[in-house]
Structures are given as C-alpha cells and as structure tokens.
C-alpha cells in the first residue's frame, strides 16, 4: 500500500532555534498534504493544508510566520517550525491524500523545545 | 460547522469481549467516514472507511455501517484481543479532504 515517510521521528532543539519536518510520499504522488498537531492524549489539530507548487493553506489560529510550509513536489512536504518555543513542542503528522479518496499518514514527528 | 464526537474513554476491557465505540457526526451533505487506529508513539492507520449511506466498511474484524438516519459510525469488534489496545479515532471528510477527527477513545484490553 501507500507509505509516507517522515523525519525525523523524534528532534529536541533548544529554545529560538528552527526545526523542520520532512514528509515524502513513497510510492505515489501527493498534490495534497495536510499538516496536524497533536496535543497529548487529544485528537489531531488539522494545521494547514500543503499543495505542490502552489501556498499551503492555514487553518485559522495557525502563524503561518511560524510553521512555514513547503510543498515543492509532488512527493516532498515541509513544516518548518520557526523560533522554536517550548509551547510548540508536540506530535506532529502529516497526511497525503491519494487519488482514491485514501489519506496515507506519516508516523509523526515528536518535537521538544527545551 | 462539519464535526465528529466519540464517546468518551478510556475503554478498559477483556480479551474476547465485545468492543463498541460510538461515533456520531454533523454535517451538511454526505460526507466520507472513516476510522483510524493509533498506537502508541505512532502515527494514524486507517482502519476502515465508507463512503455513502448503508456501506459496511470492515478490516481485522472491526466493522462499521455508515447510517444516514442516525448520523452515525459506530465502531464495532466481536472479540478484542491485547493487541487491539490503541486510541481510535472516528473521522469524516469532504470533497476538501480535509480530515475532521473525533477527540479519540483509547482503548485498554488486558490479558
């Protein structure tokens, strides 16, 4: 079936540094990605939505000046968290959205700001 | 605005019991729905979906209808073993894609 690969699985960055996220669509193309954030023991927060070539659009109360998104191809998605803080640690996961109405999920990304 | 509740955890059972996990949801329209699966330290697995009134959507023995006239999603497993321990998360999308996710039921089956 579909994979998507993402990176790092887990990252700790001091604190007013930059981190950022990889998540690539193995074995098919993904026009769509979707970034969530997920707080402990709570249900995914849908962050913003990445599509290839063009802006990814931010759900609202999202800084979009501080989680930049990149989708540059159609297999390759980026969330780069900017200025980390402790508060922006968090499980992080992307999703990429096949033709055939199926969402492949990332294995998240644990991020901790110390 | 579209959303999805779930009934509240944590689900503590016995292996081979019968598992149930309510998923009721509001929307404009006929949405897809689906039901993810997340172990820990892990992302989301899809576990099973449909996408229109009356589909049974099915995968290692879980099953869910899809009913239009409840608005509802219920998850369902006739005998739960420890490896079916995970938090499950009820879903729904529209032509958007975008994902809405219920809040999670996290689900304990012991030995």
């Known amino acids: 079936g579909a994979v998507v690969s993402q990176h790092p699985s887990r990252v700790i960055c001091k ?4 981190v950022k996220i990889e998540c690539r669509s193995l074995d098919f193309q993904a026009t769509t990605m979707f970034w969530y954030r997920q707080f402990p023991k709570q249900s995914l927060m849908l962050m913003a939505t990445s599509n290839e070539g063009s802006k990814a659009t931010y759900e609202q109360g999202v800084e979009k000046d501080k989680f930049l998104i990149n989708h540059a191809s159609l297999t390759l998605s980026t969330l780069t968290v900017t200025s980390a803080h402790p508060e922006d640690s968090s499980f ?11 969402y492949t999920f990332g294995s998240g990304t644990r991020l901790t700001v110390v | 605005g579209d959303s999805v509740t779930q009934m509240e955890g944590p689900v503590t059972l016995s292996e081979e019991a019968f598992l149930t996990i309510n998923c009721t949801y509001t929307a404009t329209g006929y949405p897809s729905l689906f039901w993810y699966v997340q172990y820990p330290g892990e992302g989301l697995q899809l576990l099973l979906k449909a996408t229109k009134a009356d589909d049974k959507g099915s995968n290692k023995g879980f099953e869910a209808t899809y009913r239009k006239e409840t608005t509802s999603f219920h998850l369902e497993k006739g005998s739960v073993q420890v490896s079916d321990s995970a938090v499950y998360f009820c879903a729904l999308s529209f032509y958007d894609y975008k994902l809405s996710f219920g809040a999670g039921t996290t689900v304990t089956v012991r030995a």
């Open chain 1, 92 to 102: 992080y996961i992307c999703s990429a959205r096949e033709d055939s109405d199926g």
């Open chain 1, 15 to 18: 604190s007013g540094t930059s």
